[in-house]
């Protein structure tokens, strides 16, 4: 079968991302490509699916299981008052090191068992 060349344009990044899973799928670029045309051909349509993400898939792939468990964890925390309030002027020199004696004293008094 008679040979022809193709060109593409393609970010950078792409490209070398794409080019390193090939590889160890054993493929090169151009090997994947036919691939993907043959498909193409064999279905009479791009072999998958190109659609946008529902709102729940974007907010499964958000919020992973650890979090929500952090916030399940924060919500019941906050409901049985176990919280403290910091003014602005603290948190800024909570960034230093300079833990205010309240909150180690909360901390010590709410440490998780």
Known sequence: MAQTNLTIRIDEGIKHDVETLFETLGFSISGAINVFFR????????????????????????????MVESIKRAVAQAERCEVITFTMDELLAMETGDVPQRALDFLETHREQ
């Open 39 to 66: 498909q193409a051909i064999r279905e009479q349509a791009i072999p998958f699916q190109i659609r946008a993400k529902t709102a729940e898939e974007k907010y499964d792939e958000y919020f992973t299981p650890e």
